[in-house]
């Protein structure tokens, strides 16, 4: 019987939403906090030539006489060109092209000391496991993953992150396109690296790292049985389970239980990064500032992020340059090239940092207005229900940019400096009908533990009757889903 194959083409129409590189600019620019906005900038006007530092010329500036266009004046109204003898021209081709904030710094008292900022002389976690990284046998392409992976890395050495949101970063980020089989193997030789358990994707994992590394032994697997099979009893302590489940003896879990205790379920943290960022000096990216009638100011701290210009030198040569475009040769025609090109990316550049100030300024106005009795009065019982979703909608952004803004981003207020994160917290609707914050059912929740007999502590039916007293009448999982997230065990295990 013969046997007939063929083959069939189809067109199918997909439609991709593709970021351009402006739009990607902007999202990398709008993720990092003011410290880094420094760094960032700083290294763009040293790469390109095409930006400088100062203040954009207004309409009125571009036609007045050359060389008064950023002068300043003293009191009497005159030029002042008495800048101070530690101040020079350097790169600036006049006086009056040194930027504002350069005059203020040298205008400043010499007693006027910077205030020193704390740091860590202590190496990385993230330096040790990149020097083991070199040591592999792997891809350019491969090490550029397990950069980018280590980097992902939280304080205490585990990857919380999913594989596809770090497909998904890669490709936005970094510009590189990979699968999750690519991730994972790149991801396996870093959990062999030291110290064992570096790397996992949670508290299983890591210990089932470190266990692998032990030599060969009967007790080596009812470890591994225990915390492979029995995990969650481990934690929980039931033990009576782990002996029904692995059929073993009470001396062989003791046995077993003696040498997992010893295991550490926070690797990273042996290796000096906590101390170090504990050290790091927290800068916050808006300034809160409540008057006592009540009025509330929001600025940016762009103190040490210098404004941002086209380079005169440049865009008047690119004028020359497209004026005499007829007759021109390839040398002329290069040139013009690469001037519109670093011209084009310095404008660019201008226009996200601008962009970053507008959506980050729109956002945190959006949470003062929302939150704005805690700003006032600085009482936590004070905040409200607030979700992503209800500052998106004020200030007409995407989630997914509120979400950005909200990642890694301080403000300073008259009662403390907060991460922006402080200020989001899902709501609960009491039988009165009042909108409440989870965070302060949670604040009442850990009131209810403090206060409890240590010798017959509540269990998680009796939260929830006692909250229900209260007048939250919530479920028993949630009440100990709220207990997990504020680390309390459970009752047997506060006794």
């Known amino acids: 019987m013969a046997i007939h194959s063929s083959q069939v083409q189809t067109q199918t129409q997909q439609q991709v939403q593709t970021l351009s590189p402006q739009q990607i600019l902007a999202v990398k620019l709008l993720e990092l906090p003011t410290v880094e906005l420094e760094e960032r900038v700083h290294a763009e006007l040293l790469d390109n030539p095409a930006l400088e530092e100062g203040k954009e010329p207004s309409g009125d500036d571009l036609h007045g006489d050359e060389g008064e266009d950023y002068a300043t004046t003293d009191q009497d109204g005159e030029p002042n060109t008495d800048y101070g003898e530690d101040l020079s021209l350097g790169d600036y081709r ?36 990149k020097e083991q990284l070199d040591m592999q046998a792997l891809t350019p392409e491969e090490k550029q993953l397990g950069e980018y992976l280590i980097g992902s890395l939280d304080d205490d050495g585990l990857l919380r992150k999913s594989i596809d949101s770090i497909i998904d970063e890669l490709a ?4 590189i396109s990979t699968t999750p089989e690519e991730v994972e193997h790149v991801l396996s030789v870093i959990q062999d690296f030291d110290p064992a358990g570096i790397g996992a994707r949670n508290l299983q994992e890591c210990l089932l790292l470190q266990i692998r590394r032990k030599e060969d032994s009967p007790l080596k697997q009812i470890e ?24 073993i003896t009470e001396k062989q879990y003791n046995d077993a239980v003696a040498e997992l205790v010893k295991l550490n379920p926070r690797p990273g943290s042996s290796m000096g990064e906590a101390i170090g960022k504990n050290l790091q000096q927290i800068i916050p990216d808006f300034i809160v500032e409540t008057e006592d009638d009540g009025t509330i100011s929001l600025s940016l701290n762009n103190h040490n992020v210098p404004e941002l210009r086209l380079s005169r030198e440049f865009t008047d040569m690119l004028d020359e340059h497209t004026r005499n475009k007829a007759n021109q040769s390839k040398e002329s ?47 936590e019982s004070l905040l409200r229900p607030m979700i992503l979703k209800d500052v998106a909608e004020r200030t007409h952004l995407d989630i997914s940019t509120i979400s ?36 302060e059912i949670k604040r009442i929740l850990k009131e209810c533990v403090d206060h409890e007999d240590k010798n017959a502590p509540y269990t998680d039916d009796e939260l929830a009757n006692i909250l229900k007293d209260k007048g939250y009448p919530i479920a028993r999982r949630t009440v100990a889903k709220y207990r997990q997230q504020l680390n309390i065990p459970v009752a047997r295990l506060r006794r």
């Not at 936005?172 to 510009?175: L, S």
Request: hydrophobic share 30%; glycine share 4%; aromatic share 12%.
């Open 94 to 129: 006049t006086e009056d092209d040194i930027p504002d904030y350069k005059l203020q710094e040298n205008n400043r008292s010499k007693n006027d000391t910077p205030e020193d900022i704390p740091f860590s002389d202590n190496v990385s976690f993230y330096e040790t496991l």
């Open 172 to 175: 936005i980020y970094q510009g």
């Open 224 to 247: 591994y049985n225990i915390i492979d099979k029995c995990c969650d009893d481990f934690t929980k302590k039931n033990k009576d389970r782990i002996l029904q489940r692995l059929n």
């Open 333 to 379: 025609k290069d040139t013009l090239l690469f001037l519109k090109q670093k011209v084009d990316a310095a404008q660019n550049f201008i226009n996200a940092v601008k962009q970053r100030q507008q959506t980050l300024m729109s956002t945190m106005q959006a949470i003062i207005d929302l939150q704005r009795p805690f700003f006032q009065e600085g009482d």
């Open 404 to 439: 950005r803004v909200s990642n890694s981003k301080y403000v300073q207020t008259n009662f403390g400096i907060y991460p922006l994160k402080f200020f989001f917290s899902d709501g609960y609707t009491t039988e009165n009908g009042e909108e409440l914050s989870i965070r």
